[in-house]
């Protein structure tokens, strides 16, 4: 199985359900895609998030998509150029895990892949186009890393393998949480 086409399948399956969910509550007024500065309690990178959904005053307030069906395919592994295994056991854009055989992550690097596809001043936000390209979220945990990747493309999720990889992972696991 080719995992970049593995990878693409999975988020168009992904997209084209949150496109979905975004159009079914534009008429209502909100927004998609809006970035929040959580408590100083939160465990997202940074504390920064964007919601799948908020909508206009008095309405139902933060919606995050449950997407209703998720894209399976058989466990396989592959072998990527540096010499890291990746296994991808089940994906879901919007929730994948990869979790990884580093005793520490570097911080300066997942900063830079932050800054990169968060983008976290919006300096490349097009309030005209009909989904941001960001990811949503980024929790780091020993031994594993969170990503809701929203609406960002395939090439967010094979730099952060790249990331963890150059860092001197070996072992990389893809699932979802």
């Given at each position: 199985?080719?995992?970049?086409?593995?990878?693409?399948?999975?988020?168009?399956?992904?997209?084209?359900?949150?496109?979905?969910?975004?159009?079914?509550?534009?008429?209502?007024?909100?927004?998609?895609?809006?970035?929040?500065?959580?408590?100083?309690?939160?465990?997202?990178?940074?504390?920064?998030?964007?919601?799948?959904?908020?909508?206009?005053?008095?309405?139902?307030?933060?919606?995050?998509?449950?997407?209703?069906?998720?894209?399976?395919?058989?466990?396989f592994s592959?072998?990527?150029?540096?010499?890291?295994?990746?296994?991808?056991?089940?994906?879901?854009?919007?929730?994948?895990?990869?979790?990884?055989?580093?005793?520490?992550?570097?911080?300066?690097?997942?900063s830079l892949?932050?800054?990169?596809?968060?983008?976290?001043?919006?300096?490349?936000?097009?309030?005209?186009?009909?989904?941001?390209?960001?990811?949503?979220?980024?929790?780091?945990?020993?031994?594993?890393?969170?990503?809701?990747?929203?609406?960002?493309?395939?090439?967010?999720?094979?730099?952060?393998v790249d990331?963890?990889?150059?860092?001197?992972?070996?072992?990389?696991?893809?699932?979802?949480?």
């Open positions: 199985m080719n995992a970049y086409d593995l990878v693409l399948r999975v988020r168009d399956h992904y997209l084209d359900q949150f496109a979905s969910f975004v159009a079914a509550r534009r008429a209502f007024g909100g927004g998609a895609e809006v970035q929040f500065m959580l408590s100083e309690h939160a465990k997202v990178f940074r504390r920064l998030y964007r919601v799948d959904w908020v909508s206009a005053p008095g309405g139902d307030g933060v919606t995050e998509l449950d997407p209703p069906s998720v894209l399976t395919f058989p466990e592959i072998t990527l150029d540096g010499g890291a295994e990746i296994s991808f056991i089940r994906s879901r854009w919007d929730r994948i895990v990869l979790l990884h055989d580093l005793p520490d992550l570097r911080p300066d690097r997942l892949w932050f800054d990169r596809w968060f983008d976290p001043n919006e300096e490349r936000l097009d309030v005209n186009a009909p989904l941001a390209g960001f990811i949503h979220s980024l929790l780091i945990e020993q031994g594993a890393v969170h990503v809701d990747f929203g609406t960002a493309p395939v090439d967010a999720f094979w730099d952060l990331v963890l990889a150059a860092d001197g992972a070996t072992v990389l696991r893809c699932c979802d949480s």
